[in-house]
């Protein structure tokens, strides 16, 4: 609104276009003068013109013929054009004007204050229309993204019907399962080394049914928040991928800073690094490196006190059209060998206990790093998670 607006002033005469530039220079517009018709157009394809203020009598093209090749263009059919006539003008000639496209006339000769007023009249309505024009894109916008919303919102709830239907689906088996190494743990023939390989199978049937109870909804256990150790975590997570790093030939190496705790519930933490890790492994097929730390925020300046762990490979890393895709649903870069929701399902989680997930990628002539970096904060209670959550919900 503030923007200055384009006036053209059209004669084939200098000192006239002069004499309209000293009557509305008060105005404080931006005032563009052309000395003939055809000069007039280029000036009106060249830029946002508010007001014409034309001659009627010109040489080689009127204003009638300048008002009528304006109206034919659907960019300059709203664009004011006012007639100057020296002429004694009959109401005959009043309604050719209009109907050429004129929108009022000035007769010579001109009141300063009168042409001012005629002008400042059809700028103000230039601006109030370019305002509108605005809004209605600004709306047009807003409309864009709620549609895209409500669609994204139909498709999770899909998505959490059919998740529901197969969690449903594969409890019993579950159930089954856990029975069986249950007595297969209690075998008395059973060595140490069997009974804890059992354990561990145990302990990820127990967290897969912990999924299929989430059914893609993060679903929070019943019971209450414990102490978990990210290092400790990490580490049940790499244990469980062992084969795969020597199956692939891929160097681990662990920089464990802290043993701290922060309160949260461990199968769907797990959920993430198990995620995050074997991401990383899947990158590097013809080897490479796994670098994974832990370390300890203190709650310096600009930090909040937390745990960090970062988990860096060799791969080909992300590219940069996918880097900020990578966090939606539904969006994988591994073709009919991934669903585009484990990163999805890792960056609710995290978000879940006010932590935050970040991918970078560097490059280097010999190759590439990218590192996912996960913050979870020591929080002394999730009680405010929850309540923020139902307060969403709703």
Same mark, same amino acid.
């Given at each position: 609104? !503030?923007?200055?607006?384009?006036?053209?002033?059209?004669?084939?005469?200098?000192?006239?276009?002069?004499?309209?530039?000293?009557?509305?220079?008060?105005?404080?517009?931006?005032?563009? $003068? %052309?000395?003939?018709?055809?000069?007039?157009?280029?000036?009106?394809?060249?830029?946002?013109?508010?007001?014409?203020?034309?001659?009627?009598? *010109?040489?080689?093209?009127?204003?009638?013929?300048?008002?009528?090749?304006?109206?034919?263009?659907?960019?300059?059919?709203?664009?004011?054009?006012?007639?100057?006539?020296?002429? @004694?003008?009959?109401?005959?000639?009043?309604?050719?004007?209009?109907? @050429? =496209?004129?929108?009022?006339?000035?007769? #010579?000769?001109?009141?300063?204050? #009168?042409?001012?007023? $005629?002008?400042?009249?059809? #700028?103000?309505?230039?601006? $109030?229309?370019? +305002?509108?024009?605005?809004?209605?894109?600004?709306?047009?916008?807003?409309?864009?993204?709620?549609? %895209?919303?409500?669609?994204?919102?139909? +498709?999770?709830?899909?998505?959490?019907?059919?998740?529901?239907?197969?969690?449903?689906?594969?409890?019993?088996?579950?159930?089954?399962?856990?029975?069986?190494?249950?007595?297969?743990?209690?075998?008395?023939?059973?060595?140490?080394?069997?009974?804890?390989?059992?354990?561990? %199978?145990?302990?990820?049937?127990?967290?897969?049914? @912990?999924?299929?109870?989430?059914?893609? !909804?993060?679903?929070?256990?019943?019971?209450?928040?414990?102490?978990? !150790?990210?290092?400790?975590?990490?580490?049940? #997570?790499?244990?469980?991928?062992? !084969?795969?790093? $020597?199956?692939?030939?891929?160097?681990?190496?662990?920089?464990?800073?802290?043993?701290?705790?922060?309160?949260?519930?461990?199968?769907?933490?797990?959920?993430?690094?198990?995620?995050?890790?074997?991401? %990383?492994?899947?990158? *590097?097929?013809? =080897?490479?490196?796994?670098?994974?730390?832990?370390?300890?925020?203190?709650?310096?300046? *600009?930090?909040?006190?937390?745990?960090?762990?970062?988990?860096?490979?060799?791969?080909? =890393?992300?590219?940069?059209?996918?880097?900020?895709?990578?966090?939606?649903?539904?969006?994988?870069?591994?073709?009919?060998?991934?669903?585009?929701?484990?990163?999805?399902?890792?960056?609710?989680?995290?978000?879940?206990?006010? =932590?935050?997930?970040?991918?970078?990628?560097?490059?280097?002539?010999?190759?590439?790093?990218?590192?996912?970096?996960?913050?979870?904060?020591?929080?002394?209670?999730?009680?405010?998670? @929850?309540?923020?959550?139902?307060?969403?919900?709703?």
């Amino acid at each position: 609104m !503030s923007e200055k607006a384009n006036i053209l002033l059209v004669d084939d005469q200098p000192a006239k276009l002069l004499t309209y530039e000293v009557m509305l220079a008060d105005l404080g517009e931006n005032l563009i $003068k %052309a000395g003939s018709a055809k000069e007039a157009l280029r000036v009106l394809l060249k830029h946002d013109i508010a007001v014409v203020l034309t001659d009627v009598s *010109m040489p080689e093209m009127s204003g009638f013929e300048l008002a009528d090749t304006v109206r034919q263009h659907p960019r300059f059919q709203k664009v004011a054009i006012i007639f100057v006539s020296a002429l @004694h003008l009959t109401d005959r000639d009043r309604l050719r004007g209009y109907a @050429h =496209g004129a929108v009022d006339y000035v007769s #010579v000769p001109i009141v300063p204050e #009168v042409l001012c007023a $005629k002008v400042r009249v059809f #700028v103000e309505l230039h601006r $109030k229309t370019r +305002q509108l024009e605005r809004m209605n894109q600004e709306l047009e916008r807003r409309v864009e993204e709620r549609t %895209a919303a409500l669609r994204s919102s139909e +498709q999770f709830a899909a998505m959490g019907r059919m998740a529901g239907t197969i969690a449903h689906e594969i409890n019993n088996p579950l159930e089954a399962i856990v029975n069986a190494l249950f007595l297969l743990y209690n075998q008395p023939s059973l060595d140490e080394e069997a009974r804890r390989y059992a354990s561990i %199978a145990n302990q990820e049937l127990l967290r897969l049914s @912990h999924i299929a109870r989430q059914t893609l !909804s993060f679903y929070r256990e019943s019971q209450q928040a414990l102490p978990v !150790s990210l290092a400790a975590l990490v580490d049940e #997570v790499l244990e469980l991928q062992s !084969s795969l790093l $020597k199956l692939n030939k891929i160097e681990l190496r662990k920089r464990y800073r802290t043993q701290k705790t922060i309160l949260g519930f461990p199968a769907e933490l797990k959920q993430v690094f198990v995620n995050l890790i074997g991401n %990383a492994i899947q990158a *590097m097929t013809e =080897g490479g490196c796994l670098a994974v730390s832990v370390s300890e925020n203190t709650g310096g300046k *600009m930090q909040r006190k937390g745990v960090r762990v970062s988990i860096s490979d060799t791969g080909p =890393g992300i590219n940069p059209e996918d880097a900020e895709r990578i966090f939606e649903p539904f969006f994988t870069t591994k073709c009919e060998k991934g669903t585009g929701l484990g990163l999805w399902i890792s960056k609710g989680i995290v978000q879940k206990y006010e =932590g935050t997930i970040r991918a970078r990628t560097l490059r280097f002539a010999e190759g590439c790093v990218t590192c996912f970096s996960v913050f979870l904060p020591r929080l002394q209670s999730l009680d405010s998670i @929850h309540q923020s959550r139902n307060t969403k919900a709703g």
